[in-house]
């Protein structure tokens, strides 16, 4: 969003003011609303349970144009409308891991999530919703990777915390290239185990 | 026996081998998992697809003479049952696990690359994304305030009579294709109808003899040009469409079917 912060009572304040002009049926008021959130939804919420980009974009948009569209169905409850479109945004992140044929613990997990609010859900100030959003994702992965093999937790953080080529992480580990690439793909089997069963 | 008297039984004997209790839930996916492997059609209750799939491939990779209890339904019940966190030491990769490791490799070298991920395994393909979830949450990934406002514009779109918006750089917008490919559709079918009372229905006949199939208009109620593999974004499908749309309506109009009127005219 342009401008300064708004202060939580204040920002809420104007976002109850634009809601209730959209439900009016002036819809381009809830513009500043989805530019100010847009982004933490996507960098906090959906690309991190969805891991890729360009389906990342496809959800946003899909999340914007369905709030824009339900906006009448929104009730408000003292709480930014972050978190309904947050709700939004985990049931279309869901509906891509089904339509992807992605295993169902997967979907289930989300599924379990999607049901629940996150933590401190009544924030209305951006940058701290999307520092909380950070906060949860990297505590889920970290959490997951303390349950693990350290030997398998080390071969995730070099490869894809710390983006080494393959090479340099058999290095770092100590085995050959086959080896490594057998260490890594049982170390995200591990992940995933751990991390559903969370 | 009632099943009260069949799980005490089973108790003890879990109890007998050193092995923790089974609970309700563990037994019924034990019997599930159980009437699977003995070829049962109906199973009540679900099953674990992950669990399933791993075991329907470590069978067929065992070949035709797989025996239920060789070595590759083992590997598979111990993947499916046994902490997958040995504390010491590696077993041995067999091909199975070194073909999966090597497309896992494969497709996480190109997602760091930022390069479109290839064909890849329906079974590493979930793995693919958890190393995806895992990257992107470790990197701040911001979204660019250009492709936001983009993505908003977008968003309404499809709400409001606004005008068209000009195709982003890189990948254009699935609504704005679809419309285009409908455009472009449109034009054909109208050049083709005005050409057809300009040169009399002898002659439209004629041209439409020298165009290739795969080159003649569609309907826009048929936007498939063929099947879609199933791992193709909603995107790459509109991608697909529109390119297919836009390469006959250019060969149409700039060389199928120009090429056929010259002849005639020197005939």
């Known amino acids: 969003m342009s401008g300064p912060v708004p202060d939580d009572a204040a920002g809420l304040a104007e976002e109850r003011t634009l809601i209730e002009q959209a439900q009016a049926g002036d819809h381009d008021v809830l513009k500043p609303i989805l530019k100010r959130y847009g982004p933490v939804l996507f960098s906090g919420v959906i690309l991190p349970r969805l891991g890729n980009e360009a389906d990342a974009e496809d959800v946003l948009r899909d999340t914007m144009m369905a709030a824009i569209d339900r906006i009448n169905t929104f009730r408000w409850k003292g709480r930014s409308i972050y978190y309904w479109m947050r709700q939004i945004a985990m049931n279309k992140i869901i509906d891509v891991h089904r339509k992807r044929q992605r295993g169902a613990r997967l979907v289930t997990a989300l599924a379990a999530e999607a049901a629940v609010d996150p933590p401190h859900a009544d924030q209305a100030d951006e940058a701290l919703i999307a520092a909380e959003e950070r906060k949860i994702n990297r505590g889920r992965i970290a959490r997951t990777l303390e349950a693990m093999n350290p030997r398998y937790a080390e071969a995730i953080r070099l490869r894809l915390v710390e983006e080494l080529p393959r090479r340099d992480c058999a290095a770092r580990m100590g085995v050959t290239l086959g080896t490594f690439d057998v260490l890594f793909f049982r170390s995200v089997k591990s992940f995933r185990k751990k991390f559903l069963e969370e | ?267």
Request: charged share 30%.
């Open chain 2, 1 to 267: 026996m009632s099943e009260d008297r069949k799980d005490d039984k089973l108790q003890q004997e879990l109890e007998r081998l050193g092995e923790p209790a089974a609970d309700a839930e563990e037994i019924a996916a034990a019997e599930r998992l159980a009437a699977r492997l003995e070829g049962a059609l109906h199973v009540v209750g679900p099953v674990d697809d992950d669990d399933v799939s791993t075991l329907a491939m470590a069978l067929r990779s065992g070949g035709r003479d797989t025996d239920p209890g060789d070595a590759a339904t083992d590997r598979a019940l111990a993947e499916i049952f046994a902490d997958s966190d040995p504390s010491e030491g590696e077993p041995p990769a067999d091909d199975l696990e070194q073909r999966r490791a090597d497309a896992l490799a494969a497709g996480v070298d190109r997602m760091i690359a930022g390069v479109q991920p290839a064909d890849t395994p329906a079974d590493v393909q979930e793995l693919l994304c958890l190393a995806a979830m895992i990257r992107v949450s470790a990197h701040a990934m911001p979204m660019s305030p250009g492709r936001l406002e983009t993505l908003v514009d977008q968003a309404y779109g499809t709400k409001a009579p606004a005008a068209a918006e000009p195709p982003a750089q890189g990948r254009t917008f699935t609504l704005g294709r679809l419309a285009l490919a409908a455009a472009l559709s449109a034009v054909v079918v109208g050049g083709a109808l005005v050409m057809g009372g300009y040169l009399g229905p002898k002659r439209m006949v004629s041209t439409e003899q020298h165009l290739p199939t795969h080159l003649t208009s569609r309907s826009t109620r048929d936007i498939l040009p063929g099947a879609f593999p199933r791992t193709q974004t909603a995107a790459e499908r509109i991608d697909l469409i529109y390119h297919d749309r836009l390469r006959s309506f250019r060969e149409v109009h700039l060389g199928g079917q120009r090429q056929p009127r010259r002849a005639r005219r020197k005939r």
